[in-house]
């Protein structure tokens, strides 16, 4: 195998795993204060051809990503009043907005389906996910309303009677979650792909989800939980590429098999779920007057 | 002198029940006020109002001659209010240093925070480490925890929700002469509690509460815990006295170094468990919550395969692995602590819940289909013999009272004629009616004959009900103590993890 193959190799890992490095750290931080938001992949498509079809109109892409992130900000805020106010359970709450993320997009997107644009660099956008995940980290762990979204999600009732306003704090991390995904889609059809495809998240909305696990909702386990899991998807081509004849679909596979396996290994530890978990995470919270 | 607390003609109504009703009294600055009442007398509803935590329907509170809203905790701190919570409210994943920062309204540094709270602690002899994760603190200590949080607030009004209920008769000693300093240094503490000689030995003024009014006000030393008991309820309550009936020839159950080895740090691991219950033996577990009990009943039990070494032998079999299908077939019954969700359906009604822990009794079927008229005539017998106040055993088992539905569920076991009761804190948080009922109902089954095992934190229903007492601390179960001629301090040190 020689050298340039294998920085190839790494070129690609870095610039396809950045996605799932903002999609996950949003999730997580979200997590953390006790909610499950499980419509990370429709997100991501709004945010893709949001952005994208901003770009082809503008042509200007701050705009572009300003749009794609407000799409977030509307979705998002929805799901929250969804499972906040109205106390929907998060579990549905989420698979109808990754359902209804798919179709809209589709939608929005039909007319805009193989126009060709020209792609950011998208260096930038993987120096950002890393500083995202060094201040998510900095932000739990050392700051006050870091350790307020930890209490949240720990444990809501008693955050409450401490004086601290549930609700607000989980609409907060909700958005963030939300802005998160929506900037992994307009990554996707602006940097990684600069096209627009029905469905081109291709699941890896799941993938962040199954990475906040697999991180037991630590940034810094999520980062290399992302490489891990993109390396896992890009090695395809290049085994390929060095001659091991294997069906295209067992490489198509492989991230979900990861996800399963690492689930199953994850999941097999009662205690290490507990110790790690966030304890109040898919409970809603309920005032009591 | 001025009082620094007044509630004008609280009222809060809850679906179905009045938890507070015209409610108005004053609290007098500087000075231990005592709020005492049974379970469901509206208590802790009327001190979550001072505190923001819930709202009234009508009534005011005035604080300081004047008129206070409080619609949130966060208001009631920047008043001077602040609460010690029954279930504490801590963060287990969390430090005690992220706790106590948790707690303060002001913006604070990690130094100032440790100076304060040093200063807090070695003035009131509080032991805390702030680094240690609060799942590793024992129940006092949480406690401690609590209390420094509140008062790195310089509160000038303390609540306190049943502080004593979850500690040892040390740690309550300590406690009390805490809250004693602090009210010396200018604090004004309201103690919630219903048991008579706290209050009595604590407090300066005492108002009783029953049914959501308050009954009346009273200066603490003019009164003994008689009066109070009589005020409390409205009626006196009878003891039955237990007396010696134990045949002592023959041995019911024994466990044999019982261990366990779990890795999960929630769990109190056994260790080398003895005990020998005899034929119509009543024998007490004491301990403070957390010291395996949980644990003990789990293998006990046998519903979770819940590891372990050592033997459980019933009547000379080995039960070791058995199910708990199994041990009940063999006549071994159990009340489990949590009565709703465990030990019945709270959506299911009265006579379903008869055959959920009756399903090894093949009298309630016919075939593979249930026998609903022998299922209905059992919960009608319960609900008779037992004393349960419910219109018909089709009522759901949510909505009966804590007191009633207790009544029924050890109704329920009772009546299936076992050999041996496993009972985990059988009167917790019920009326003093009910519990007097239940305690009569034990003690007569053990003269039939039964043996009795009960798993409790309540020292007092222990002393009144067993024969003999043992203690668990940090899994380990201490000699056991005959309570006829017990020595009450040698307890307290068993407690405390003081063996012999």
């Keep these: 195998m020689n050298i340039e193959l294998v920085i190839g190799i790494f070129n690609i890992v870095l610039i396809s795993t950045t996605p799932l490095v903002f999609a996950g750290i949003g999730e997580l931080v979200t997590e953390k204060s006790g909610v499950l938001n499980l419509g990370l992949e429709g997100l991501m498509l709004v945010g893709a051809v949001t952005g994208f079809i901003t770009l082809v109109l503008t042509g200007n892409y701050f705009y572009s990503l300003f749009f794609s992130i407000i799409s977030g900000v509307i979705l998002s805020g929805i799901f929250a009043f969804l499972v906040l106010n109205l106390m929907t359970n998060q579990i549905a709450t989420g698979l109808a907005l990754t359902i209804f993320g798919i179709g809209l997009s589709a939608m929005l997107g039909k007319k805009f389906s193989g126009t060709p644009i020209e792609g950011l660099n998208p260096y930038y956008f993987i120096v950002i996910s890393f500083l995202l995940v060094f201040m998510a980290s900095y932000f739990l762990s050392k700051t006050k309303p870091g350790l307020i979204v930890r209490a949240v999600g720990e444990n809501h009732n008693s955050a409450y009677a401490l004086g601290y306003n549930v609700i607000k704090t989980r609409y907060m991390t909700i958005i963030f979650g939300g802005v998160m995904s929506s900037l992994a889609g307009f990554y996707i059809s602006i940097c990684y792909a600069p096209m627009w495809q029905e469905g081109m998240t291709a699941g890896r909305g799941w993938i962040a989800l199954a990475l906040v696990v697999f991180a037991t909702w630590k940034p810094w386990r999520l980062l290399v939980g992302a490489y891990i899991f993109g390396g896992v998807a890009i090695m395809q081509m290049n085994l390929q590429a060095i001659g091991v004849k294997l069906p295209g679909q067992f490489f198509n596979m492989m991230p979900y098999l990861a996800t399963i396996i690492v689930l199953v290994f994850i999941s097999s530890n009662k205690l290490r779920l507990k110790l790690s978990a966030p304890a109040s995470l898919n409970i809603p919270f309920e005032k009591n007057q | ?215 009346s006000n009273l200066t603490t030393k003019n009164e003994d815990p008689e009066s109070l008991g009589y005020k409390m309820l409205g009626y006196k309550v009878t003891k039955t006295k237990q007396i010696n009936n134990v045949n002592y020839s023959e041995n019911v159950l024994s466990l044999s170094n019982l261990s366990s080895f779990s890795q999960d740090p929630f769990t109190t691991n056994l260790n080398k468990i003895n005990l020998n219950l005899k034929k119509g033996q009543i024998f007490g577990i004491a301990g403070v919550a957390g010291n395996g009990q949980k644990e003990l009943m789990e293998i006990l039990l046998n519903e979770n395969d819940f590891e372990f070494n050592g033997d459980i032998i019933f009547k000379n079999i080995k039960i070791n692995k058995l199910s708990t299908f199994q041990r009940k077939s063999l006549s071994i019954s159990y009340v489990t602590e949590q009565r709703l969700g465990h030990s019945a359906v709270p959506e299911m009604s009265l006579s379903e819940n008869i055959l959920l822990s009756m399903n090894h009794k093949s009298y309630f079927k016919k075939g593979d289909f249930i026998n609903f008229d022998r299922i209905n005539s059992y919960a009608k017998d319960v609900i008779k013999n037992f004393n349960v106040d419910t219109p018909s055993f089709n009522v759901k088992a949510g909505k009966l009272s804590g007191g009633n539905l207790q009544k029924f569920i050890i109704g329920r076991e009772i009546m299936s004629e076992p050999e041996l009761l496993i009972l985990s804190q059988p009167t917790w948080g019920i009326d003093a009616g009910s519990e007097a009922f239940i305690k009569k109902s034990l003690i007569e089954l053990s003269h039939r004959g039964v043996s009795i095992i009960i798993i409790s934190h309540d020292l007092d229903e222990l002393l009144e009900v067993c024969h003999n007492i043992s203690v668990l601390y940090k899994g380990s179960l201490s000699k056991s103590l005959n309570v006829e001629n017990i020595d009450i301090t040698k307890l307290g040190k068993y407690m405390g993890g003081l063996f012999d």
Excluded at chain 2, 159 to 181: A, G, R, Y
């Design chain 2, 1 to 215: 002198m001025q009082p620094i607390v007044e509630f004008q003609n609280i009222c809060k109504e809850y679906p179905g029940v009045v938890a507070n009703n015209n409610v108005s009294f004053k609290i007098i600055r500087q000075s231990i006020h005592a709020i005492l009442g049974e379970n469901g007398a509206g208590k802790s509803t009327l001190v979550k109002i001072l505190y923001g935590h819930v709202k009234p329907d009508y009534g005011q509170i005035i604080i300081n001659s004047d008129l206070a809203t409080i619609n949130s905790p966060t208001k009631a701190q920047s008043l001077g209010i602040n609460m010690v919570f029954q279930h504490f409210s801590l963060f287990e994943s969390l430090t005690v240093a992220e706790n106590l920062i948790l707690g303060m309204s002001e913006k604070i540094s990690l130094n100032k925070l440790k100076s304060k709270s040093e200063t807090i602690c070695n003035k009131y002899g509080f032991n805390l480490n702030l680094n240690s994760p609060i799942s590793s603190l024992s129940v006092g200590q949480r406690q401690s925890v609590e209390i420094v949080r509140s008062l790195l607030n310089n509160p000038k009004i303390l609540i306190m929700d049943e502080p004593t209920s979850v500690l040892t008769p040390e740690e309550i000693n300590k406690l009390f002469k805490i809250i004693k300093k602090l009210v010396s240094d200018g604090l004004t503490v309201i103690f919630i509690s219903h048991k008579l000689d706290e209050i009595i030995n604590l407090s300066d003024h005492v108002t009783i509460m029953r049914n959501g009014k308050v009954i």
